[in-house]
């Protein structure tokens, strides 16, 4: 059985997110949705937070785990008997960050790929941190995020602008 890893920060978890989970599930007989840990980064919601978040919005598909990690993602990849790395790529500016990390884990372990996908077009403008400025301005996040992480982003800033 393939699995692949789909890794990320998932800082709310968007559309756009669960849109490459549902495409990756048409190549690979699971995925398992990595949350990094990210201490150097500021993050709105805990590890644990994201990944209730993720496994509300996954609970309908089928094949999908949810796990959080820190360290080196070939590593995790490795001890979770993963053979391929899922990354998204919306605009040309995600490709070189992108295929500079595909080689460097390539290199750190050459029996682990990366595939890319491509979200539908709908979502090809969206990341999470927009959603976070426009939910804390008080703007409308339906449509961009599950409505589990529309709730909890209106928890988290209830004195914005509605």
Excluded: C, W
């Amino acid at each position: 059985m393939e699995r692949a890893i789909f890794p990320g920060t998932f800082d709310p978890v968007t559309l756009g997110h669960l849109d490459i989970v549902r495409r990756g599930r048409g190549v690979f007989d699971r995925i398992l949705i990595a949350v990094a840990r990210q201490r150097e980064k500021q993050v709105l919601f805990t590890v644990e937070e994201r990944v209730a978040m993720i496994e509300e919005a996954t609970s309908d598909l089928s094949g999908v785990e949810v796990e959080s990690f820190e360290g080196m993602l070939v590593d995790f990849a490795r001890s979770r008997n993963a053979r391929a790395v899922i990354r998204g790529l919306r605009v040309i500016s995600d490709f070189e960050y992108e295929f500079q990390m595909a080689l460097m884990n390539r290199r750190l372990d050459d029996q682990i790929d990366t595939v890319f996908l491509m979200p539908s077009e709908r979502y090809i403008y969206l990341n999470s941190t927009l959603v976070r400025e426009i939910a804390r301005l008080g703007g409308p996040i339906e449509g961009f995020v599950p409505e589990g992480v529309v709730r909890r982003l209106k928890e988290r800033f209830p004195g914005a602008r509605r």
